[in-house]
């Protein structure tokens, strides 16, 4: 029996060693941890509230048609100039047909007037030149008229003979008259052609600003990647309608580089400046550290670029801590930073000043 007892209590004691063995274990690295955070809350400002940052620019179609060809797939690799779809051309080819035929018209009708301006131009030197002759000879009958009147008046000439005289005058200043005014109906004609010619020749510059925009069109008809990057989800199927404007798809630009956008405290950013070095643990690759620069500190809270800001002058207010976002220049080798996603969660890590 007291043997039986004997070896309970060396259990027991056993037992109360371990206990105390892994709690004083426990308690050391719990004060080492302590230690840790004191000397890394101390010497350094972070923030867990960070993500990695890409752009990701909107592929938008620049004119209207139906899909004829999809050429690639979700999250592909693609290259600048790599051709992504292709749009239908016939209507637009129709469209271009027409335009074309619209111009030739405009063009021979400008030929047209053209020709009517230099008839009507030599219609008017004529009736100019037809106007000396007139008047010549209306200056001949007045001559004439004036010395038969005298003659009337001394009676050389009979009545009759000095009637024809007056007859042929009369006649000389409505010939006169008669060509001045087709002088003048001519320089009217002159400006009506005229007027018409600046309307035609303005009509062919806009048809062949139609034919030249809808030649336009046919080159956006091949849409094709912007930049080397990874193409995003491919929402399109061949035959669908797109409109002009209309957003077809979204890459990711790999030529413009990554950084991050780290969310600080406004009671952290006295202790950050421009140029400072920073280390940062992505929780995607946790067993990586990344190295990089700030680049560039906001100059308003994130709440004030927000759709709707807040207003405090209303209502209780409840002060609550603002952040300010800070972009983070990635420094490391494309290689290194080539895995890391827009999007990625990370933790930021930088020395005080």
Do not use: C
Not at 64 to 76: C, L, P, S
Not at 227 to 246: C, F, H, N
Not at 344 to 350: C, G, K, R
């Amino acid at each position: 029996m007291a043997t039986t007892t004997e070896k309970h209590e060396r259990i027991d004691r056993i037992i109360v060693k371990i206990t105390y063995s892994i709690a004083s274990i426990v308690l050391v690295l719990l004060v080492i941890y302590g230690l840790y955070a004191l000397v890394k809350m101390y010497r350094y400002e972070e923030t867990n509230d960070a993500q990695v940052e890409e752009y990701i620019n909107p592929i938008v179609s620049r004119t209207t048609g139906y899909v004829q060809e999809i050429k690639f797939r979700d999250h592909q690799r693609v290259y600048k100039g790599d051709t992504l779809l292709v749009i239908d051309k016939n209507e637009t080819m129709m469209e271009l047909k027409e335009a074309e035929a619209e111009l030739s018209s405009a063009r021979a009708s400008l030929v047209v007037l053209e020709s009517n301006t230099v008839t009507t131009t030599s219609s008017a030197s004529i009736s100019e030149a037809s106007i000396a002759a007139s008047k010549a000879k209306l200056w001949q009958q007045e001559k004439e008229f004036s010395r038969y009147k005298k003659l009337l008046a001394e009676e050389a000439v009979t009545q009759q003979h000095f009637e024809a005289i007056k007859t042929s005058f009369e006649i000389a200043k409505s010939e006169y008259k008669a060509v001045q005014n087709s002088y003048k109906t001519a320089k009217g004609k002159i400006n009506d052609v005229g007027s018409q010619l600046v309307v035609a020749k303005a009509n062919v510059q806009q048809r062949e600003a139609i034919v030249e925009h809808i030649k336009l069109n046919l080159t956006y008809a091949v849409i094709t990647a912007p930049a080397d990057g990874i193409m995003g989800d491919k929402t399109l199927q061949v035959g669908q309608l797109i409109q002009k404007g209309q957003t077809i798809g979204f890459i990711v630009d790999q030529d413009q580089g990554k950084w991050i956008v780290a969310n600080f405290k406004e009671t952290q950013i006295a202790n950050l400046k421009e140029g400072q070095e920073v280390e940062i643990k992505v929780d995607a690759y946790s067993k990586e550290t990344f190295h990089g620069t700030i680049q560039s500190l906001a100059p308003a809270t994130g709440s004030r670029f927000s759709l709707l800001p807040p207003d405090n002058a209303t209502g209780n207010f409840v002060k609550i801590i603002q952040r300010f976002p800070v972009r983070i220049l990635l420094t490391d080798a494309v290689a290194k930073t080539n895995n890391l996603r827009a999007g990625m969660n990370a933790e930021v890590l930088i020395p005080k000043l």
